[in-house]
């Protein structure tokens, strides 16, 4: 499936302290994202989680960089391929290969230790699709 969508990102690169904005695009399994001078290709397999904030969304990479869009969380859940990604709760978006372990108590571990709530009524469903992995 090829898809291309644009999306406005600022990159926080916390090593230098500073922002680059730029345009992204989604094609197959890359963030394009088009810089300054360059362009930044990330592999949506990088990406652990997404956070959303007041209409806001935080792309969360497993190396720990992390990426802020002035799009809701909404607007990415359809950018990005369903076969990766898992809506776990109102307020978070995640990759599915990452997840270590599931808490009964209704949150899912990260394999970089990372806590993320799943919702009661999404919980099932995430239980599914974790046991069809």
Known sequence: ?????????????????KTIIGECEVHEDN??????????????RDLAYCMSDK???????????SFLASNPLKYF???LPEYIFFRTHQSYY????????YDKRGFLILTNGKKI??????RDAFIARLLNL
């Open 117 to 122: 709530p799943v919702s009661t009524r999404k």
């Open 1 to 17: 499936m090829n898809f291309i969508r644009k999306i406005k990102l600022k990159l926080f690169d916390h090593s230098e302290e």
């Open 94 to 101: 995640v990759n599915i290969n990452f997840v270590d372990k």
């Open 55 to 65: 209409g806001y969304t935080t792309f969360y990479l497993y190396s720990g960089k």
């Open 77 to 79: 859940e359809t950018q």
């Open 31 to 44: 963030l394009i994202l088009s810089l300054q001078n360059t362009y930044q290709v990330i592999n949506l």
